[in-house]
């Protein structure tokens, strides 16, 4: 008997054998509603910034409009459209499943998979306000992790596939050194 209990986002995935559970594993993947949880900031800044800009358009001379469009595409829309493209190319058609202690990554025609012992850290990159309890800019809420292996690999998780990507990881790496680095800006390189 195979039971599926399904949130939003991460798919979550529990095959039941009687009363004992057999298997336990977190599907991450970049879905429309991942990308929407996360572009929600600035579809919300967006609409009350044009809101405001066009209930006065007629009366605002053009270098006035100019003026105030500007910090907008500045601060909010530009800083968070790179980052999306970055984390989209990062992540676009990678599945990952992760169990506790270990984590399976589907690519293409490629699945790999990593144990704990192959793990020598993991890094999150953050914003320096996200978990804060303060608001900061469209892009603060966007993070990744960098897992490292013992081999010299590398792969990136993006908040694109989960916006909990550092909770699942340390409940299913517990052994593992993981750290977080915050930035103004995590951008992947």
């Known amino acids: 008997m195979v039971l599926f209990v399904i949130y939003m986002q991460p798919l979550i995935m529990l095959s039941l054998?009687?009363?004992?559970?057999?298997?336990?594993?977190?599907?991450?993947?970049?879905?429309?509603?991942?990308?929407?949880?996360?572009?929600?900031?600035?579809?919300?800044?967006?609409?009350?910034?044009?809101?405001?800009?066009?209930?006065?358009?007629?009366?605002?001379d053009l270098r006035l409009k100019i003026f105030l469009m500007s910090p907008y595409f500045l601060m909010f829309f530009f800083p968070v459209v790179i980052l999306h493209l970055n984390y989209l190319?990062?992540?676009?058609?990678?599945?990952?499943?992760?169990?506790?202690?270990?984590?399976?990554?589907?690519?293409?025609?490629?699945?790999?998979k990593?144990?704990?012992q192959d793990v020598e850290k993991i890094v999150i990159y953050s914003g320096g306000t996200r978990n804060r309890g303060y608001g900061g800019l469209a892009h603060s809420s966007y993070y990744y992790a960098k897992i490292k292996f013992l081999d010299g690999s590398d792969f990136i998780i993006t908040s694109l596939c989960s916006n909990k990507i550092d909770k699942i990881l340390s409940e299913n790496f517990e052994d593992v050194d993981m750290k977080v680095e915050r930035e103004f800006y995590p951008i992947i390189n």
């Open 17 to 60: 054998v009687g009363d004992n559970l057999i298997y336990f594993f977190m599907k991450l993947k970049v879905s429309f509603w991942s990308q929407f949880k996360m572009l929600f900031d600035l579809i919300f800044i967006s609409l009350a910034f044009f809101t405001f800009i066009f209930l006065g358009w007629n009366s605002f």
């Open 89 to 112: 190319k990062e992540n676009q058609g990678v599945v990952f499943e992760i169990n506790k202690n270990e984590i399976i990554k589907k690519s293409k025609d490629v699945i790999s």
């Open 114 to 116: 990593y144990y704990t």
